[in-house]
């Protein structure tokens, strides 16, 4: 429709400027939901049948305390040289997890708890160290404060480690049953021995809808 007098054409802006506040106050734009902070060591709002964060908590915890409990890992005249990282720690269950949360947590503890009755090779920074050493030799910083070592520390013990699961679904309920064994071994280095072995287990069962990251 074509307007043809100036009073039509303020009519029509009018009208459509009344439509597109009308579109508008139909918009939902509710604050969303303040952020809350749970403890992770206890069972948080969302959970399922995964590993998550209170069980991290939980099995390394107990594993700290199982190793700091052994003669052969804490009871000997020089502190072992021990390697935990995550390059041995297998992940062959249907559970999601970065295995490195559990060995990140399990050292960081163990360093703290031990106080110096373990000590702990950085074997996966090994790079940068070995850059700053060639710097050094090379003349093109100091020698810094600490003294001069041949090489790099070789390790005694090294942590290893596997995650398996087990899981069963209800199809008329559709309850989802997962058990879920996790194991920690410390090897010696040169005999390729187990010195310690730590095993933590559980099981959960939920009609779960929890996707895990």
């Known amino acids: 429709m074509t307007l043809t007098y100036k009073g039509g054409i303020?009519?029509?802006?009018?009208?459509?400027?009344?439509?597109?506040?009308?579109?508008?106050?139909?918009?939902?734009?509710?604050?969303?939901?303040?952020?809350?902070?749970?403890?992770?060591?206890?069972?948080g709002?969302?959970?399922?049948?995964?590993?998550e964060s209170q069980d991290v908590v939980g099995m390394t915890d107990q594993m700290m305390r199982d190793m700091l409990s052994n003669p052969m890992l804490t009871g000997r005249d020089t502190s072992p040289r021990i390697i935990i990282d995550n390059q041995y720690m297998r992940n062959e269950s249907s559970s999601v997890i970065n295995t490195?949360?559990?060995?990140?947590?399990?050292?960081?503890?163990l360093n703290r708890a031990a106080n110096g009755r373990m000590v702990f090779v950085a074997r996966e920074l090994s790079d940068m160290v070995q850059q700053e050493r060639d710097l050094k030799r090379d003349g093109v910083v100091?020698?810094?404060?600490?003294?001069?070592?041949?090489?790099?520390?070789g390790?005694?013990?090294?942590?290893?480690?596997?995650?398996?699961?087990?899981?069963?679904?209800?199809?008329?309920?559709?309850?989802k049953s997962r058990y879920s064994q996790i194991t920690f071994e410390m090897v010696d280095l040169e005999l390729g021995t187990i010195v310690w072995s730590g095993l933590y287990e559980m099981r959960k069962a939920a009609q779960d809808n929890v996707l895990y990251r």
């Open 10 to 43: 303020c009519t029509a802006l009018a009208l459509s400027s009344l439509l597109l506040t009308g579109c508008a106050t139909q918009i939902e734009n509710a604050a969303g939901k303040p952020t809350v902070y749970e403890d992770p060591s206890t069972t």
């Open 100 to 109: 490195n949360q559990l060995t990140d947590r399990l050292r960081i503890e």
């Open 155 to 175: 390790a005694d013990f090294r942590l290893a480690g596997r995650i398996t699961s087990l899981d069963a679904v209800d199809r008329s309920t559709g309850t």
């Open 142 to 153: 100091d020698g810094g404060t600490i003294r001069k070592t041949r090489a790099q520390a």
């Open 45 to 51: 709002r969302v959970s399922g049948v995964g590993i």
